[in-house]
Structures are given as C-alpha cells and as structure tokens.
Nanobody, 124 residues
Framework: QVQLVESGGGLVQAGGSLRLSCAAS???????MGWFRQSPTKEREFVAA????????YYADSVKGRFTISSDNAKNTVYLQMNSLKPEDTAVYYC??????????????????WGQGTQVTVSA
C-alpha cells in the first residue's frame, strides 16, 4: 500500500483558485497518479491524471483548460492547480495511486491506493 495525504482544500468564491497537494509515502515506478472527486449527489468521477515521468497529462472535459496536474517525483508529491473555480466543482477531492505499473487510467477501480480526501467548496 502507498500512503497518500491530500491538503489544500477549502472554501473559495467562484472564479477563485486553489492548489491541492498529495504527498505519497512512495511512488511506484512507471505508475500514474490521479485526482478524482465525489459530491453527495454523484459517483466518484475522474478529474485528472499524470504519468510517471510527468510528460503526459489527462483531464476530464469539465476541467480542461482550468485545472493543471503536475508532479515532483523528488518529493513524491502530485499537485492539482485549480483556477476559475465554479460552484459545480464543489466536492471531496481524492488523490489516487497504484502499487503496480499503471500507465494511465480514468477508472477509479484501477487505482489501489487512496488518500482520505480534502473538501473543496466553491460559493456562487
């Protein structure tokens, strides 16, 4: 298991920005990391993912152009910069990792390590 700890959530007005961080106890070589979110009325949904080297990033259509995922392997940390936030971005955001070689996935079932989640609330 990989221990993941998210931070950086909070309350922000629409149009504002937040930066989420996910500190991992270790990174599995050649394994992607991802961010997912879940609100009370929706199932857990894909937000963004990044491959091991950081050269490829993937985004849900709903956040493309507003969110940026990045990583610092030296710090075992993945970030999610969220700009132009909207009320519909309100959710608990989860960091996800894998203990095996996972090139990329949008399916939460492919990730076997999860953080505890951090709440993001965007007010209108």
């Amino acid at each position: 298991q990989v221990q993941l700890v998210e931070s950086g959530g909070g309350l922000v007005q629409a149009g504002g920005s937040l930066r989420l961080s996910c500190a991992a106890s270790r990174r599995t070589i050649s394994s992607a990391m991802g961010w997912f979110r879940q609100s009370p009325t929706k199932e857990r949904e894909f937000v963004a993912a990044i491959n091991w080297s950081g050269t490829n990033t993937y985004y849900a259509d709903s956040v493309k152009g507003r969110f940026t995922i990045s990583s610092d392997n030296a710090k075992n940390t993945v970030y999610l910069q969220m700009n132009s936030l909207k009320p519909e971005d309100t959710a608990v955001y989860y960091c996800a990792g894998a203990t095996y070689r996972l090139r990329y996935s949008q399916n939460p079932a492919d990730f076997d390590s999860w953080g505890q989640g951090t709440q993001v609330t965007v007010s209108a």
